[in-house]
């Protein structure tokens, strides 16, 4: 094959164009990628959503931190309580979560931070899975 082939081969995609097409084999190789096709159809579908700005460094030293299946059943959760809301009503998508983002502050404003707590008291929150209240 001449170099003249292989030049317009490789003109042929853009490099934009290269990595969506490396993100989308990603997503179709991915074990939830049903879920993630349906939050992303959530979020193209809303035209005024504003974007959260969220510090670089914290955010990646939080997604650290994070259990990585809970997390994914905490986005399943919502995005099933989001589909059934749908079902039978109208809700924009950012007052929905901004919702939620109330509702989880108010969830653990009553916790005190590890810090706060002694060692047995620690000890029994962590060990204690009935409930998060």
Known sequence: MSKYSLLSILEGMSNAEFEAA???????????????????????????????????????RIEGLLNMPMK?????????????????????????INHLNKEMHNSISHLKSNDEMGDDEREDFYNDSDSIY
């Open 22 to 60: 490396k993100e989308q084999d990603r997503l179709e190789a991915h074990p939830d990628r049903d879920k993630i096709k349906q939050i992303q159809a959530l979020l193209r579908n809303e035209k005024n959503i504003k974007e959260v700005r969220v510090d670089e460094e914290a955010s990646n």
């Open 72 to 96: 994914r059943q905490f986005l399943n959760s919502f995005v099933n309580l989001y589909m059934d809301i749908l079902k039978d009503n109208e809700v924009d998508s950012e007052d929905m």
